[in-house]
T-cell receptor, first 109, second 115 residues
Framework: GQQVMQIPQYQHVQEGEDFTTYCNSSTTLSNIQWYKQRPGGHPVFLIQLVKSGEVKKQKRLTFQFGEAKKNSSLHITATQTTDVGTYFCAGRGTYKYIFGTGTRLKVLA | EAEVAQSPRYKITEKSQAVAFWCDPISGHATLYWYRQILGQGPELLVQFQDESVVDDSQLPKDRFSAERLKGVDSTLKIQPAELGDSAMYLC?????????????FGPGTRLTVL
């Protein structure tokens, strides 16, 4: 069945450093979503990517969808303590979303 | 701002007991999801409804879990009997049916502990 993996599992950065998490699917995706989950909270939608090679930006966050629509990345420029949390990708195959394993980000002030 | 409601927020039960969780999605959202999230892992889809119909329940342990959305609005997830391995966060989410755009709105979840 479809699997979605994320690397790294954990990332500790100094405030102001950049951060990237990578998402890889075993199958081609129709679209991919990214969510952020704060400690003790629930996932909150960040963005959805649909087109091959698509790049979207939200302030310091840059999202990319691979040309083959099997991988994606989230890059945060100049991290802040408010970026702390776990970032999940969710890839859609036919009609359902499979969540990735998540990358937990810690930002050291 | 509209939110997905879930109750209870916390549930402690003994193994072999029955438990039930309730979810009220955002008004007008046709799609409703139940996820299970084990600590340190990503949410795992248990069941997905489109209105009152089940779209996918391939990962739902049907010998002990059941889910319903009778009028296509709120939904109930039941576990009977509960097992130790069922301890997890149970998240409900909803989304509009809007073409290929399916932003999922999550509720606060029900934290289940089975003793």
């Amino acid at each position: 069945g479809q699997q979605v993996m994320q690397i790294p599992q954990y990332q500790h950065v100094q405030e102001g450093e950049d951060f990237t998490t990578y998402c890889n699917s075993s199958t081609t995706l129709s679209n991919i979503q990214w969510y952020k989950q704060r400690p003790g909270g629930h996932p909150v939608f960040l963005i959805q990517l649909v087109k091959s090679g698509e790049v979207k930006k939200q302030k310091r966050l840059t999202f990319q969808f691979g040309e083959a629509k099997k991988n994606s990345s989230l890059h945060i420029t100049a991290t802040q303590t408010t970026d702390v949390g776990t970032y999940f990708c969710a890839g859609r195959g036919t009609y359902k979303y499979i969540f990735g394993t998540g990358t937990r980000l810690k930002v050291l002030a | 701002e509209a939110e997905v409601a879930q109750s209870p927020r916390y549930k402690i039960t003994e193994k072999s007991q029955a438990v039930a969780f309730w979810c009220d999605p955002i008004s007008g959202h046709a799609t409703l999801y139940w996820y299970r999230q084990i600590l340190g892992q990503g949410p795992e889809l248990l069941v997905q409804f489109q209105d009152e119909s089940v779209v996918d329940d391939s990962q739902l342990p049907k010998d002990r879990f059941s889910a319903e959305r009778l009028k296509g609005v709120d939904s109930t997830l039941k576990i009977q009997p509960a097992e130790l391995g069922d301890s997890a966060m149970y998240l409900c989410a909803s989304s509009k049916l809007a073409g290929d755009y399916n932003e999922q709105f999550f509720g606060p979840g029900t934290r289940l502990t089975v003793l």
